[in-house]
């Protein structure tokens, strides 16, 4: 029995959790479920983060999270649950593998099987902005050695541990040399460590029209946090004509949740038509990780099973296509009617049996430093950048005898003085 945690969430969540917890129990799960209360009902009670301090409590010592989609308000002081959880938890890698499902699925991509791994804690997705001056705000990109490492070290060993063959990095570090030159160098610092595998660097705009054009061509993507994000909901969506068909895990080194890709959908909560796959193929990522291998083969060839006779959600449903529509309560009890049953065309699934370490060492570089000056941030709204200049005078010496001086005044990014 092994002990996890749900979160139902909001909008379609209560549905497509009840359906997944259905099929999990059928399929031979041994779980033993505790649950906490997060999203909007908890942002109501006054909690900005959404969720309570019990359910802080209980995630603390608990190795697994099962959560349904979950809604932030719209507005300043709220934050999103799910950012909070890889935070507070410190899940630090997103894995979501997509694949299409071809011809069963509309999709223009016959033959996509990518797995994404995005670093999840850091990059400008990070949340960490503030008011710089009456007229400009910031928004802060940071990338750290130690999360870099864990992440690209995550994706090398996950394609080692899966038999991929390939992992491939996108950034724009000709743009953003510090940062994502920094994420570029320690990916290809790492590479050599995985001389088996194939790796390469892309451009993140040139490798994506690659990928949406060649997808064959790809294995593993890592990623940074935001990239991540946007490039993962896109291909989901491509490669199987739905987000609703995509499960994700965010790894930690104590924790990891596992949750569907989309979002909470209010405007279809309780109709009954919402496409409960996403948290389905988010459960057997969960089984798998806790080593039920069998019950998660059996429930993912039930739903390929399912998939293959047409039998499909209005997400994916198409005239000539698909056999018949079903509700989310429907698809789920398909799935069941199903299990022990493997698909006749798609390919029948056998899992990993290894689970990807979640714990890398961190190797800190020797390096020298030096102090070279400071950066100042002035709200200057009254005259040229020159008459700026000559306003600011020579600082006092420092204990050294050096005195600070002035070097150059930029705006946004460009040298103005």
Not at 59 to 69: E, I, M, R, T, W
Not at 291 to 302: S, Y
Request: with cysteine; glycine share 8%.
């Amino acid at each position: 029995m092994s002990a996890i945690t749900i979160a139902r969430g909001d909008g379609i969540g209560p549905e497509i959790m009840q359906v997944t917890l259905d099929v999990l129990a059928a399929a031979g799960a041994q779980l033993d479920i505790s649950e906490v209360e997060m999203g909007e009902a908890v942002y109501q009670q006054g909690e900005p983060t959404g969720i309570s301090e019990a359910a802080w409590e209980l995630l603390a010592n608990s190795p697994v999270l099962l959560k349904g989609p979950t809604s932030t308000p719209q507005g300043g002081g709220f934050t999103s649950v799910s950012l909070q959880l890889r935070k507070q938890l410190g899940l630090y890698a997103s894995v979501r593998p997509c694949v299409s499902y071809f011809p069963y699925v509309h999709t223009r991509y016959a033959a996509m099987d990518v797995v994404i791994i995005r670093e999840n804690e850091e990059d400008i997705y990070g949340g960490v902005e503030y008011r710089q001056t009456t007229d400009v705000v910031q928004s802060i990109k940071w990338v750290s050695r130690p999360a870099c490492e864990k992440i690209i070290r995550y994706a090398f060993e996950y394609a080692r541990r899966h038999g991929r063959r390939k992992v491939s990095a996108f950034t724009k570090d000709r743009i953003m040399e510090f940062t994502d030159g920094f994420f570029r160098e320690i990916f290809l610092e790492i590479a050599q460590d995985y001389p088996e595998l194939v790796y390469e660097h892309q451009s993140l705009d040139i490798g994506t029209a690659r990928l949406t054009s060649h997808p064959d061509k790809f294995d593993v993507i890592v990623i940074p946090n935001l990239y991540g994000d946007i490039l993962s909901d896109l291909v989901a969506q491509i490669t199987t004509g739905s987000v609703g068909l995509t499960g994700s895990a965010n790894v930690g080194d104590g924790c990891v949740m596992f949750e569907a890709i989309h979002g909470s959908a209010p405007n279809i909560a309780g109709e009954d038509i919402a496409n409960p796959s996403g948290l389905i193929l988010a459960g057997v990522m969960m089984l798998v990780h806790l080593q039920q291998i069998e019950v998660a083969e059996k429930l993912k060839n039930a739903w390929l099973t399912t998939l293959e006779e047409g039998l499909h959600t209005a997400d994916i449903f198409r005239e000539g296509l698909s056999f018949q529509k079903l509700g989310t309560r429907e698809f789920g009890q398909a799935v069941i009617e199903r299990l022990g049953r493997k698909p006749r065309h798609l390919s029948p699934v056998y899992l990993s049996k290894q689970p990807t370490p979640t714990a890398f060492a961190y190797r800190r570089p020797d390096i020298e430093r030096e102090l070279m000056g400071v950066d100042v941030f002035l709200d200057w709204t009254q005259g040229s950048p020159e008459m700026l200049a000559k306003r600011l005078p020579t600082l006092e010496p420092t204990e050294t005898g050096e005195a600070w001086t002035l070097e150059m005044i930029s705006n946004l990014g460009v040298v103005v003085w």
